[in-house]
């Protein structure tokens, strides 16, 4: 039996744009992988609205700066075959970081934390795998359009870098967006429909990735 | 379907004194209160080794101040209906905190943070319920005995001032001690057996509280 | 008697653009709210130069975010009737935050610290009012006119997000612009005369929400 | 008109052993040395419950560490004349500090702040006063007694701990103990008579040292 | 003999763009400034690649404001006589600050920094020379072109912003960007040569400050 | 050439325990090293007053907490050979840890840091030595024996403790101990023969490591 932990945002969360409100649990995309490997792997899902890669956002009681809480995580949940990131959406914000460049150096970051952790029993770092977001598209939502002003021409570019990075590191990768599409009713968050896909499309690289 | 979250240290991570390891998924208590509650709720397990209340404890990598990684969990894991917090062992060393006293302080401490967090949808706070680790007992190991010299005396008065606690802050209570005992290979770890009987023992404190 | 906690910026530290200096006591807002009221209220000023909502600045020896230090000052200052919360200027500074969105996130989240804080006799929550400043001016003064180069355009767009925001959260709401001007000494801050006009026009809406 | 800001712990907020509660504003000692001084000086009180010198305290959501927050103080009631620090009395907890002489070593910290920081409009440091705490007694509150335990004989250290740094740094010094008693109903803290007797104690020491 | 410590980044480490890598050691700035000096101090190296005046960055476990490692700094290597800061051109990310007003009011805070410092004899504070980088240049580099976009413009206001400051505040100057010039390979850093020639033209203004 | 760390606090630094002050630089261990080491190795010393391995200490305005700077000085001075950590004395003082087997924890931090860190050019980790600092002796020294009550019991047992480590994890060991005695003028420093004989005693051990 293999442990993955999905780190992620409200993307892992599981956040509905139709709500708002969060998907139910068998809809989200970590089930859904724990679903299609059919047995053969804990999924541990721990996605926060909010969270960036390695960028402070106070806008929340909730600490939302990922290489803060990661190390704990990667402690709790132990011992890990595979852990999978999927960050960048809220780096695109821009009071928080606004370009897709400074979100590729936030996920180099985490796989570093990932790789140098002193894990409870000395077990060795668990494989990585990185995940670029689905684009963000054009919404009439006031709030998110002015949130996100500048993430669709920035979060283009997260597959392109998060595939460069990947090779450069050795991480595993796959582009969210090669199989999901935002919604249009805040332009950043997944239907359910959209939302499951990911599960189904990753299942393949974590079963490659993991010897499955 | 309720949600409960177990928030913890390694006797809710499932340390195994024999090991050192960590015991099957099946056999630590959040899984047993889980299968206990026969398909009622859904258990999250967050348990970390060396956890404290809301001590600092910079002798791991990962954060062990309980209040400053709960806020973070109550939002990725919301909507909650419960926590269940059991702390108080890590808090008995004596460079971190080594009084009762001070456990019950940080407990209350804890409390308010679930009362007074900014949930992601506005839903009110979970309910709470508050649990005393079974006391440490003597031990042969020189690490462990060294570590938790003074926890013997001091790790006995939890139950009864978590039971005020309880009682000043409408919060439910279980005192794990009446159920279980901490394994003499290293004074404060519990055996398979022991850490079962926790979940077995909480569940219909639990099933009261939700209504299940 | 009631109290009332002003917490804010150099708008409320009582900046004079004409000094540099501090206007005299009498002048600030917060002592011509407390006239104002005649001897109904006690009026706790609490203004720090570049005081921000949530962002961290750390371009002083004081710690300029203001979610870190409201949770201390809610309870030296305990206990409250009312928080008076005037800020957004200095979040327009581009390197702080530099979008009105992202001071509208600012204050939500700390009319939230407010509601959910532990007050220490347990006494509930105070009421909260939230208060737009005047919008940024034209100003000659270089220094300021780099430091508030985007302030003039989103700063006019905190009234409206702020009114919107204290809808949402059932705050109190009072928008400084509509009595008082900044000064085009350096843009952002009030001469004698306006800042005592917030005093003034504030006044009424403090007696409406306190029953005075 | 002079500024004075005293900064302190529940001794200084006028916690009032009886009730619990807080003492009504004019019997707290820094509004009898405001009497006291006769027009000549604005007293700001800064008195937060558990406030330690220097040490950390995460038992409660307000920051009670006075090494983090007085900068901030500093800069929002600039310009100051006089700084008043009593504190030390909660640093004798056992699991803060537990002994005088950690007290000290923070309060040498707390004026070397008040000396250092960078005031706003570049005034000079104002003066500081060090002020020992009277001497914890012995109480039959169970709460109180455990988190004091060793207080008493600790605490009586700190005002010669205090008069020697006071010399060694060329601080201001007075020794509340000299006019004020603890309370037996906690052990630590003042009825009302006591914390009025440190403020008229206090004045002719502040007088001489701002000249008025 | 006196002591001199050099705090800036990756230029000061001595980064060499050729690389990457690290210049040897007798050609980096701070070895050819002791050399020029002739056995008349020691020079004290502390580059860290990264680091900006004020502002965080978690990009990298090594923590790169400057704010946060200063004050150790110059407790571990007093007595000092000089401090010599040269930072400003990560501050020019645009996910940093971006702006070269925002590394003017961070180099004021480290200059406060050294001013207010509690040096551990209670020796004096050293002198404070600031020195603006080399204006960064264009470059075929995608990463580099990317990270520093706007650089190119704000940095090549340091200089005057930095003289000005420098004027207001009393601390040395010198600008490096009149004797060395950034290398188009990355933009930003410097050949053998040109971090040479920096401690070369450096030199003369370091033996006035210090009487040498 | 190799490059050595000397990460330590007082004791690194060369408090001169006569002074008070600072032993001439050629007189501390770390300068004696590299005179022992005759040309083979540059040795960087970074000791800091009051460090401890990993605990807080606010009495000072500089961070004295040894695992939040040691990063920071990893990619500094990269690329490293060796760094040799001698700390534990200040961990010993009763408010800050007071138990040695506290400061054998610590220690195990600083090794996973030193082992676990992100060098900026991917280089490998240094290799890494620990070091027991000489226990400390009786003084008449009223505020050192105040300060270090305890130590005198626990530092004995560094030595023992520290050597056991280095062996669970592969690091070096020297026990200054073995090679130098404190001075009883305070009870815990040296004076500049002690502090030169830990840099012949450890030369050998050094030399082995790196092959010189």
Known sequence: MKTIL???DSLTWGYDPAGPGRHPFDDRWPSVLQAELGGGARV???GLNGRTT???DFASGADRNGARVLPTLLTSHAPLDLVVIMLGT????PFICGRAFGAKQ???RLIDIVRGHDYPMGEPAPKVLIMSPPAACETPEPD???LFESARIESAKLAGLYAALADETGAGFFDAGSVAQTSP???VH???ENTGSIGRGLAPVVRDMLGL
């Open 6 to 8: 999905c780190f992620g």
């Open 44 to 46: 541990i899902a721990e």
């Open 54 to 56: 390695v960028f402070d």
């Open 90 to 93: 809220n780096d695109m914000k």
């Open 106 to 108: 936030g996920m180099q």
């Open 144 to 146: 998110f359009a002015a």
């Open 185 to 187: 009713l805040d332009g």
């Open 190 to 192: 997944l239907d359910a």
